[in-house]
């Protein structure tokens, strides 16, 4: 099972002028395998969505690369890059504003297949609207109606079913649900699975907290003002998050099952979220770690593979600092 997508090392920054620069994702290393689904999780303002987005192509980067199936998808020739939007979609978080509110339904899925003129009968085209509209879940009836007719729920359908219209390999799926009621989320998630045994789909599920991630995850990565701190299988990042970022992200979720007594320690970061566009140099996260070294301020942990399958970003695991790290964990 060999990667369909590889991310190395990707940055990307925006120039705000006079010499600012916005660190939008500063490092992020993963790769996904075909079939997959990648959860990414970060609070608002970690780069989350503009790493989907500099993924996706939709930003040129600043350093580091993409590669999907071996291709470097920022190197494509014009004419490579519009035959590969075929493969690779994207889902939206508002499905308010991401569809057209004066295009019916049949035209907002139609779009991309006429762009990439997909059929030359529209016959044939009306009857892959319909079908995609009964792939998420809405039919025929709905194709002529305006998306204010819609609620969120089925919106989302809508925008999935036109993520769809090109029969993509690949799909960012950035806060699907989190404009949604709560009664509805699972029901999208759901959905989601669902098309993506049909259709071997793979995902990078991008979203704000790791409850939303956990059922559609097979492995999760974790990311704080910019960086990529955690990555690994989703029942290992929840019995053993290695990152104390982590750590609190899980420590802040309730245990879903009422006869388990919840004993943990919950654990309150302190101070506020640092500026993207004046980063803490050495660690991202020193300035709210609870177990923040000497090591800490000088030195930027690197990313690397602690146990088998286990990706972290911390001094704490740092093979070389062993002993240093064994010190400052049993003094906390
Ligand atoms: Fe905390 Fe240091 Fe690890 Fe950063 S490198 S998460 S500051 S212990
Ligand atoms: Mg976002």
Known sequence: NE?????????????????????????????IKKGETLGIVGESGCGKSTAGRTIIGLYDRTEGDVFYEGKNIHELTGKERFAFQRKMQMIFQDPYASLNPRSTVREIISEPMEVHR?????KEQLKRVYQLLEDVGLNRDHANRYPHEFSGGQRQRIGIARALALDPAFIIADEPISALDVSVQAQVVNLLIGLQKKKGLTFLFIAHDLSMVKHISDRIGVMYLGNLVELTASAALYKNPLHPYTQALLSAIPIPDPDIEDNRERIILKGELPSPINPPSGCVFKTRCPLVMDVCSTIKPEWQEVETNHFVACHLYNKSRASHSHHSKTMV
């Open 3 to 31: 990667a369909l997508l590889e991310v190395k090392k990707l940055k990307k920054h925006f120039s705000l002028g006079k010499g600012t620069v916005l660190k939008a994702v500063d490092d992020v290393t993963f790769h």
């Open 118 to 122: 997909l059929y030359a009968n529209k």
